[in-house]
């Protein structure tokens, strides 16, 4: 019985893919970004969408979604990480993933805090100049119509 509660309970929470490091097999459309730059994204109600950055956590790399943004207009699936390779050293990619909710625009920051302790604060000079945000304006436009009456 104990097992059957445990399951029942967990369920949900698989099926919504929340939380970090719960494995999404689809990143629906990617955005790459990068530090210092803005893109803009464009979705619609429903679409899942990927926020994506390159990521180095070898060389102190360490993204994180600075806020989640307004849930009318999207919302936060998880975050993901995919490496470039097996050999210590590679590089990857971090991808935040959301789904596009209801008409309207949100902005989505992610930080990329170069190594930071636990406290995700630069500790020197360096690590501050290394540090920086990945702006993405997305808007979710409202689906087109067919032209075709109730289609």
């Given at each position: ?5 445990a399951?029942?309970l ?10 970090a ?6 990143y ?12 803009q994204?464009?979705?619609t109600?429903?679409?899942r ?9 070898s ?5 994180d979604?600075?806020?989640?943004p ?5 919302s936060f699936?998880s ?11 590679s590089?990857?990619t971090?991808?935040f993933?959301?789904n596009?909710?209801?008409p ?12 930071c ?12 100049r290394?540090?920086?945000e990945?702006?993405f ?15």
């Amino acid at each position: 019985m104990r097992g059957t509660v445990a399951a029942a309970l967990l369920v949900p929470l698989l099926a919504a893919g929340c939380g970090a490091g719960s494995w999404v097999s689809d990143y629906g459309k990617v955005a790459k970004g990068a530090k210092g730059a803005t893109v803009q994204v464009e979705v619609t109600p429903g679409q899942r969408f990927s926020l994506a950055v390159p990521e180095n956590p070898s060389v102190g790399d360490s993204w994180d979604l600075v806020a989640v943004p307004d849930t009318k207009v999207a919302s936060f699936i998880s975050e993901e990480r995919e490496s470039q390779g097996d050999a210590p050293g590679s590089g990857g990619t971090a991808y935040f993933v959301f789904n596009g909710k209801h008409p309207g625009t949100a902005e989505i920051r992610l930080y990329d805090c170069w190594r930071c302790g636990q406290d995700r604060t630069p500790a020197t000079e360096e690590s501050r100049r290394q540090s920086g945000e990945a702006v993405f304006q997305v808007t979710v436009r409202e689906r087109p119509s067919s032209g075709i009456p109730g289609g």
